[in-house]
């Protein structure tokens, strides 16, 4: 399958020049501009490149720790399940926890409660003692 380099790349550039900062937070997910990107690196989808993130770390008012979201049943030390209490099926995938700029976020889809949320800090824990 043809990736859409050139396409997310304009994108990309809008996203840097033209999209305000939001407020965010730790806990909570929602719906982001990854983009396309390199090999079996998770890709967003659409015309916006998006795909559900994890607000992992915030570190200040501008960058954070985010995990992409999967609704594939994955299971092992590199998914973990996420519940945003609508009864759907997620994983967070762990292992592909990146750094990005909240320009790349767009809409809140929700938040996870503090006892998913100490789950998956024990996954991301687990797989840095790999």
Same mark, same amino acid.
């Given at each position: 399958?043809?990736?859409?380099?050139?396409?997310?790349?304009?994108?990309?550039?809008?996203? @840097?020049?033209?999209?305000?900062?939001?407020?965010?937070?730790?806990?909570?997910?929602?719906?982001?501009?990854? /983009?396309?990107?390199? /090999?079996?690196?998770?890709?967003? +989808?659409? @015309?916006?490149?998006?795909?559900?993130?994890?607000?992992?770390?915030?570190?200040?008012?501008?960058?954070?720790? /985010?995990?992409?979201?999967?609704?594939?049943?994955?299971?092992?030390?590199?998914?973990?399940?996420?519940?945003?209490?609508?009864? +759907?099926?997620?994983?967070?995938?762990?292992?592909?926890?990146?750094?990005? @700029?909240? +320009?790349?976020?767009?809409?809140?889809?929700?938040?996870?409660?503090?006892?998913?949320?100490?789950?998956?800090?024990?996954?991301?824990?687990?797989?840095?003692?790999?």
């Amino acid at each position: 399958m043809q990736k859409e380099f050139q396409n997310w790349h304009k994108k990309k550039e809008n996203i @840097d020049y033209e999209k305000e900062r939001v407020f965010f937070h730790e806990r909570e997910v929602w719906w982001c501009s990854l /983009g396309v990107n390199v /090999g079996y690196e998770q890709d967003g +989808k659409g @015309d916006r490149f998006v795909r559900p993130v994890l607000v992992f770390k915030k570190f200040n008012k501008e960058i954070f720790w /985010g995990i992409p979201i999967t609704m594939a049943d994955k299971t092992g030390k590199f998914y973990s399940p996420i519940n945003l209490k609508d009864n +759907k099926k997620r994983c967070a995938i762990v292992s592909q926890i990146r750094l990005l @700029d909240c +320009k790349r976020l767009l809409d809140k889809i929700g938040f996870i409660n503090e006892e998913n949320y100490t789950e998956i800090q024990k996954a991301v824990i687990d797989l840095c003692r790999l």
